[in-house]
């Protein structure tokens, strides 16, 4: 058959090609069409070029400097509520937006720059490295550590130092944004928890029918949920807020009530208790009504509201804040003060 004159019977036993490579052998089918002929860039034969070509690196790495400064000054800048129109994207964050533009320029320099600073500035000769063993000889390792020498002298670091600089001061400033990012830790919980918006005089809103509660609409067995007044859902930090502030009522007989302090913090036997579990800060949401207990449906904490809301069953650590209430002259249940300790988790000491 005539294709047989390509087979491998025909190909000779070894055969090399006048530029380096390796033409198919009948032992080695594949043929190595060795190295093309090295061409010169311009800022290897131009001395201008390649200055043009480090001021091009030193630009993108002195941008990445700045760009690191906006971030660390957005940080500054913007307040972390701040909503600006962006098109197309619509309403972003105005700290969210720069964070992201500014770091995402920053690392963007950087790699451009050194991408740059490859391919027009280092070496660009092409070296064929040969297979070999995995485990490295002592000669092997001896010429690695010659090559990266040899590298390092290559990139011209020492000669060209406005790139050395300012490469030194992009990578030295990016880490900068890993400690203003710390910030959005928030606030310490004990400051951040410490407040509510429940404050001397503010009647009690039930949260469903969102009107002031009388303590004729609390009825035995009953658990009503409240917020402060004055506090609304259109507001742009509702949901801050009435995490912080959500309270639940019930009205207890007030020979049942154990705790001294809970029965002249009440109005009679109506007794307001933070909703926010002290375990890790789920709503309360299940009450027994003959024991008078709550229960957080998220790790089972229970609390006794005839006795402090203290913890009877369950991972929470504390007692839940109780608020202390009134009726105002105009026959409203009304707060006679924010709560005495902070709700929530108590991750920290509340002193
Ligand atoms: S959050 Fe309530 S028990 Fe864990």
Redesign the pocket.
Known sequence: MSSQDNSEENLPQQQDDADGGVLATRDNPFANPGLPPHEHRVQDIDERAAKRSERVVAGLFTLSMLSTIGFIASFVAFPVDKIVYVFPIGHVSALNLSLGLTLGLALFCIGAGAIHWARTLMTDVEVPEERHDIEATPEVREEVLAGFQDGARESDLGRRKLVRNTLIGAMAMVPLTGLVLLRDLGPMPGTMLRHTKWAKGKMLINENTHEPLRPEDIAVGSLTFAMPEGLSEEDHDFNNQIAKAALMIVRLQPENIKDKRELDWSHEGIVAFSKI??????P?SLYEQQTHHVL??????TFDLTDGGRVIF???GHALPQLRITVNDKGYLEAMGDFAEPVG?AYWERG
Do not use: E, N
């Open positions: 579990c002290t375990h890790v800060g789920c309360i957080c449906p998220c790790h089972q904490s369950g991972p929470a988790p």
